[in-house]
């Protein structure tokens, strides 16, 4: 069945069970009760420890395939940006040619001023384009892990000079 996510609103698939269920949202994080195949709203089960750090980490593999998978997206769609604004350079430059050759011609009509505005507005386009391809390369390159709030603790960490010593002994 298909739930919607009080949180984020977000539409997550739910396997209803014979009663009600917690459920995580894959995308916020955020518990909702389900209810059960019969509407109670009485958890039908309770859900031991072990079972909880099973779903934990299944739901951290479906947000790491939801992080590549958005990583993926604003790669493709920064590439998709670049190529509509190349295309948008040629078309302008193109028919800025056009206009070029055509006021050389002295053939000033209607024509030659509408390729002069669909050059421009070819260029804003463009523009407009190259800003979203750099706002997708940002995107694309933010890691998505919290900065550390707090320095590395190395010092349980030992150099290897214990061991040798141990070897010795033997």
Known sequence: MEFVCPH??????VEPLAGAQMFIC???GGEFLVAGQDGSMEPAE???????????????GVRIRQLSQAKRA????????LIGAMFCIVGAIQLGIDVVRDMLSRQNNWLTAMYLLVAIGLLILAGV???KARELNVEAKR???PPPT??????????????????EKL
């Open 74 to 81: 604003a790669i493709r769609g920064r590439s998709m940006c």
């Open 143 to 145: 890691s998505s892990l």
């Open 150 to 167: 707090s320095k590395p603790d190395f010092s349980t960490l030992d150099d290897g000079s214990q061991r040798w010593k141990d070897l």
């Open 26 to 28: 894959p995308t916020c």
């Open 129 to 131: 384009l190259l800003r």
């Open 8 to 13: 984020c609103s977000q539409a997550v698939q």
């Open 46 to 60: 309770v859900v031991s420890v072990e079972e909880s750090s099973d779903r934990a980490d299944e739901l951290d």
